[in-house]
């Protein structure tokens, strides 16, 4: 089982930027994909972004495509999220998951709900953006 440790939360004015970091123990880099979701207050999870660790391929939901980026260091174990351009409508605890299939990460991202089993996660690092 992965042990995961997010930072890089905070509190932004609209448009500003921040950057999520996501550092895994026990997880094998290399098979199934890392990835983001996040939950705001009275709302469904909702997929953000992923990656699979063995290669290139990433995936992101629509209402972040343009101003997100993910990415990842595999010598340090570390998977990023590159926030730019923030809204309001960001605000949300944001968790990193680990070690889930990348077809159901793809189809989380692309708006399917979230299973119950869905991978690792860490315990999640709240972003706030003001108008």
């Known amino acids: 089982q992965a042990q995961l440790v997010e930072s890089g939360g905070g509190s932004v004015q609209a448009g500003g930027s921040l950057r999520l970091s996501c550092a895994a123990s026990?997880?094998?880099?290399?098979?199934?994909?890392m990835g983001w979701f996040r939950q705001a207050p009275g709302k469904e999870r909702e997929g953000v972004a992923a990656?699979?660790?063995?290669?290139?391929?990433?995936y992101y939901a629509d209402s972040v495509k343009g101003r997100f980026t993910i990415s990842q260091d595999n010598a340090k174990n570390t998977v990023y999220l590159q926030m730019n351009s923030l809204k309001p409508e960001d605000t949300a605890m944001y968790y990193c998951?680990?070690?889930?299939?990348?077809?159901?990460?793809?189809?989380?991202?692309?708006?399917?709900?979230?299973?119950?089993?869905?991978?690792?996660w860490g315990q999640g690092t709240q972003v706030t953006v003001s108008s």
């Open positions: 990656i699979y660790t063995g290669g290139f391929s990433t």
């Open positions: 998951a680990a070690d889930v299939p990348c077809a159901l990460f793809r189809a989380v991202v692309a708006g399917s709900n979230l299973p119950v089993e869905f991978g690792d």
């Open positions: 026990g997880h094998t880099f290399g098979s199934n994909c």
